[in-house]
Nanobody, 118 residues
């Protein structure tokens, strides 16, 4: 089992920055694909970015160039640096993990709220 705990959310003005953290327990990142999702009020949950077990990353077009995902293997923690935040980035952000190389993500954190004021 993998437990994921997000932190780092908060209130920030448009144009500002935040760094989210996702602390994992139980396993090392090398055997898991990790990702960030977000869900805004009244909207479907959407993919934000992924950090594959290979170390490669992918991002949604809406955040490409503004968000950066990284990890610290020693701390078993994944980070997402969010810069140039926009009002439409407001959402609950979730980190997720999966042991398989495809399909749904099996492990989810509780979410952390990010609110961007315009």
């Amino acid at each position: 089992q993998v437990q994921l705990v997000e932190s780092g959310g908060g209130l920030v003005q448009a144009g500002g920055s935040l760094r989210l953290s996702c602390a994992a327990s139980g396993r090392t990142f090398g055997t898991y694909d990790m990702a960030w999702f977000r869900q805004a009020p009244g909207k479907e949950r959407e993919f934000v970015g992924a950090l594959w077990r290979s170390g490669l990353t992918d991002y949604a077009d809406s955040v490409k160039g503004r968000f950066t995902i990284s990890r610290d293997d020693a701390k078993i923690t994944m980070y997402m640096e969010m810069n140039s935040l926009k009002f439409e980035d407001t959402a609950v952000y979730y980190c997720a993990g999966r042991g398989s190389t495809s399909g749904k993500f099996d492990y989810w954190g509780q979410g952390t709220q990010v609110t961007v004021s315009s």
